[in-house]
């Protein structure tokens, strides 16, 4: 088991609308990164959070934002939803921000945008 | 603009024989290649990784073999069971590129019984 836990595992939205999604990182990890996953493909990183700071970002519109809290945990935004934003959002959490990769995934958020 | 790729979409072994999975990249800056396996329904899970001063590295039954030379990378599974069924994906880190992962798209093993 990872540790690492999303919120809410499933939802559907429609067009326009917003979303929050959730993710406590492992215990003694500092940094959150969030990956979004289109069927069929493989994650594509949105994000990185390192001490409560965007420390990189993906080729993602301003729509994508995100927190991350002092405990460590964190939030991705999506404003506007479009029908492309349906994919299945995953957080990972590391020990530090710089090139370990072992990151530990969550089970991740299936978001479905009608 | 330059990728992680992956040869082969569907891999098929029978159980106990051995598996590779090969990875092609084309940036020769990435310092640092990682192998996940993503079972159905789950996130990716860590199997392997490897830094590019190396060429080889082993874990318990899978080996990662890394050819600088002509940018390509593989997973060896030893004696494949059902359980390694999944989707593997290789990825990469840039040199300075934090924790960022590029992703390929991914290689679907099924392990016949």
């Known amino acids: 088991e990872t540790g690492v836990t999303q919120s809410p595992t499933h939802l559907i939205k429609t067009r326009g609308q917003q979303v929050t999604l959730r993710c406590s990182s492992q215990?003694?990890?500092?940094?959150v990164s969030w990956y979004q996953q289109a069927l069929g493909q493989g994650p594509q990183f949105i994000f990185q959070?390192?001490?409560?700071?965007?420390?990189g970002r993906g080729n993602f519109p301003p729509r994508f934002s995100g927190l991350q809290f002092p405990n460590y945990s964190s939030e991705l935004n999506v404003n506007a939803l479009e029908l492309d934003d349906s994919a299945l959002y995953l957080c990972?959490?590391?020990?530090?921000?710089?090139?370990?990769?072992?990151?530990?995934f969550g089970e991740g958020s299936r978001l479905t945008v009608l | 603009g330059e990728s992680v790729g992956l040869h082969l979409p569907t891999l098929s072994v029978q159980e106990g024989d051995n598996s590779i999975i090969n990875c092609a990249y084309s940036?020769?800056?990435?310092?640092?290649f990682i192998w996940y396996k993503q079972e159905s329904g789950k996130g990716p899970q860590f199997i392997i990784d490897?830094?590019?001063?190396?060429d080889k590295r082993q874990g318990q039954r899978v080996t990662v073999l890394l050819n600088k030379t002509v940018k390509h990378l593989s997973l060896q599974i030893a004696a494949t069971q059902p359980g390694d069924s999944a989707v593997y994906f290789c990825?990469?880190?840039?040199?300075?590129?934090?924790?960022?992962?590029?992703f390929g798209t991914g290689t679907q093993l099924k392990v016949e019984l």
């Open positions: 990972a959490s590391s020990k530090d921000r710089v090139g370990s990769g072992e990151l530990f």
């Open positions: 215990s003694g990890h500092n940094t």
């Open positions: 959070y390192y001490r409560e700071e965007e420390n």
């Open positions: 940036n020769s800056a990435s310092d640092y």
């Open positions: 490897i830094r590019s001063n190396m």
């Open positions: 990825a990469e880190i840039l040199t300075g590129g934090g924790n960022k992962l590029t």
